[in-house]
Nanobody, 124 residues
Framework: QVQLVESGGGSVQAEGSLRLSCTASENTVSLNYMGWFRQAPEKERELVGSISPGGLNTHYADSVKGRFTISRDNAKNTMYLQMNNLKPEDTAMYYC?????????????????WGQGTQVTVSS
């Protein structure tokens, strides 16, 4: 079973930036779609966005559009989440995911494999 390890989380002030990485234990091309989710305390898990196998197609939640960018480097078995102009409401545990389980409107919205998460805290 594939292992996914997130890194790059931390604490940052509002309007700052962070880049999260998700490294897989196997070739990410074989993992098909990959994505990022987040979950804040006492809130439901939210899909941040997803990326197609070749990296050409991405999909984002409305709450992060224009601020967050997902990319992947299959040669490094790694997916990234560049987060700019961070807001306090972005504070959450961020999880990477792989191997699409279900689609909606042509985008992957749920996955089979999950990482352990990395905490992002944004202060005002």
């Amino acid at each position: 079973q594939v292992q996914l390890v997130e890194s790059g989380g931390g604490s940052v002030q509002a309007e700052g930036s962070l880049r999260l990485s998700c490294t897989a234990s196997e070739n990410t091309v074989s993992l098909n779609y990959m994505g990022w989710f987040r979950q804040a305390p006492e809130k439901e898990r939210e899909l941040v966005g997803s990326i197609s196998p070749g990296g050409l197609n991405t999909h984002y939640a409305d709450s992060v559009k224009g601020r967050f960018t997902i990319s992947r480097d299959n040669a490094k078995n790694t997916m990234y989440l560049q987060m700019n102009n961070l807001k306090p409401e972005d504070t959450a545990m961020y999880y990477c995911a792989a191997i699409c389980r279900s689609h909606r409107d042509g985008n992957c919205i749920d996955f089979h494999a999950w990482g352990q998460g990395t905490q992002v805290t944004v202060s005002s």
